[in-house]
């Protein structure tokens, strides 16, 4: 059974730093890609940043060059640097993996940004 656990949440100040990381346990399989989505109150499910097997990347627009989504395929780990945090980057940050048609969430993570 995969296993996602996010870390590295907290309280921040605006212009702060966060980093998150995502560990995945259970399996040895390499995920085809990994990601970070994000949830604020009354808000949609968005993507951050994706990451795939080749190392390719992509983020969303309200992230792009403050956060760095990066990869150990070794470890089946995936990390979020997050700089720059202002207080619309508040929301539970989730960790995703998916292998061909299977998708894998872990439980989440709350990152406040205090203005």
């Known amino acids: 059974q995969v296993r996602l656990v996010e870390s590295g949440g907290g309280l921040v100040q605006a212009g702060g730093s966060l980093r998150l990381s995502c560990a995945a346990s259970?399996?040895?399989?390499?995920?085809?890609?990994m990601a970070w989505y994000r949830q604020a109150p009354g808000k949609q499910r968005e993507l951050v940043a994706r990451?795939?097997?080749?190392?390719?990347?992509n983020y969303g627009d309200s992230v792009v060059g403050r956060f760095t989504i990066s990869r150990d395929n070794a470890k089946n780990r995936v990390d979020l640097q997050m700089n720059s945090l202002t207080a619309e980057d508040t929301a539970v940050y989730y960790c995703?993996?998916?292998?061909?048609?299977?998708?894998?969430w872990g439980q989440g993570t709350q990152v406040t940004v205090s203005s």
């Open positions: 995703k993996a998916r292998y061909g048609v299977m998708s894998y």
């Open positions: 259970g399996s040895t399989i390499s995920f085809d890609a």
């Open positions: 990451v795939s097997g080749d190392g390719g990347t």
